[in-house]
């Protein structure tokens, strides 16, 4: 993946003005066609996977924990792979900032925004190892379905019970990762925090660390076909903040869902100021 | 002989209480009508929670099917104003 100093050269490379523009028909369809190229990759690489970690259940003697972690492996290097043949294509560059905050001791609770289809898809290529939790929806998917159980991915069914599986998976040294939002942000924005991160911090102490991500111009966000891609490469940058630890919102006077409803507050209010900072950025 | 019986205000006003200190909303916020998850904002923790309150609180026990049946503060006043009778009669 990019680096920072990457993309500061790479937006600006010498000769662009003088180049003749491609038409701009011709520039999309190609562009498009590209990203057809990537959707397909992805299904493709699904079947591949799913077939890679289908023999990870019979190794003898593993227990259920490592194998997981074993499957988020493969999921982790798949997912790699996908950001680097995605950057390949021409069709993003990915830039960390703080990245540093992601490696060492686990466990972690990691949340983000969602402005985009693929930012799954670049978390969990960072993590060595992360539970994520998973919509109904991606287990109905045969070959999906198949690697979301052997990683032990979380289904995002009833609130209580999520809260208490992360919590559990926590207090087993395991880190998460989950989207506050609950769903893809809207473009250019977020939606309102639920409480479900700050529940599972407050329930197993366990820091919260904020990924902060960007991507413009804006590309693969909720219902918005694959087909219509923007003008340009999309450029991410995801930001990792410092972590918040919930000890300090919990004292004998503070109820828990007091507690929750501060904690997802200022979480909410980092992620707006980040945001707002970053449009002010060219 | 028979407890007096708990009116429904009585029973509003101690609602009021427990969500005003145990969720940290306004009082004007509580009313009737309000419906606990679009207007006060509670998530089905919160739910969880305020049905541990109520239990300890108020000595109202809530099951969980009749926790997926109240919708607005009133409901819950209703409900609390019935068993709370009932146990007294």
């Not at chain 1, 287990?139 to 919590?167: H, K, Q």
């Not at chain 2, 609602?15 to 145990?22: A, F, H, I, T, W």
Request: with cysteine; aromatic share 6%.
């Amino acid at each position: 993946m990019a680096s920072t100093s990457e993309v500061a050269t790479a937006q600006a490379s010498p000769g662009a003005a003088s180049r003749p523009a491609r038409a701009p028909a011709l520039a999309h369809g190609w562009r498009a066609l590209r990203t057809g190229v990537a959707f397909f990759t992805f299904g493709l690489g699904a079947v591949v996977v799913a077939g890679i970690v289908w023999p990870v259940r019979l190794l003898p003697g593993w227990t259920r924990a490592r194998r997981e972690v074993a499957v988020q492996r493969v999921v982790r290097a798949a997912f790699r792979l996908f950001a680097w043949w995605m950057t390949s294509l021409g069709l993003i560059r990915v830039s960390w900032i703080g990245a540093e905050r992601l490696r060492g001791r686990a466990p972690r609770l990691v949340v983000a925004n969602h402005p985009t289809l693929i930012d799954v898809v670049l978390l969990l290529a960072q993590l060595p190892q992360a539970d994520c939790i998973v919509k109904t929806a991606a287990r109905r998917n045969p070959f999906m379905r198949s690697i979301v159980t052997a990683a032990g991915y979380l289904a995002n069914e009833d609130g209580d019970a999520l809260v208490d599986a992360c919590a559990e998976r926590i207090a087993r040294g395991r880190s998460v990762v989950l989207f506050p939002e609950g769903t893809r942000s809207p473009r250019g924005g977020l939606r309102r925090f639920q409480r479900g991160a700050a529940h599972i911090a407050l329930k197993s102490g366990c820091p919260i660390v904020p990924v902060v991500i960007t991507c413009r111009p804006p590309t693969l966000l909720k219902g918005q076909p694959w087909h219509d891609v923007p003008d340009r490469r999309a450029c991410f940058v995801l930001r990792v903040a410092e972590p918040i630890d919930p000890a300090q919102y919990r004292d004998a006077e503070t109820t828990a869902p007091v507690a929750a409803r501060r904690l997802t507050a200022d979480l909410q209010t980092l992620y707006e100021r980040q945001l707002s900072a970053d449009k002010g950025h060219p | 002989m028979n407890q007096p019986e708990v009116s429904k205000d009585e029973i509003f006003k101690r609602l009021r209480d427990l969500l005003v200190e145990g969720f940290e909303l306004r009082d004007e916020q509580i009313v009737p009508t309000a419906r606990l998850i679009d207007d006060l904002e509670l998530d089905s923790l919160d739910l969880v929670d305020f049905a541990v309150r109520l239990e300890q609180q108020v000595d109202l026990e809530i099951a969980e099917d009749e926790l997926k049946g109240i919708k607005t503060v009133q409901d819950i006043v209703d409900l609390a104003y019935q068993k709370l009778n009932t146990a007294r009669s």
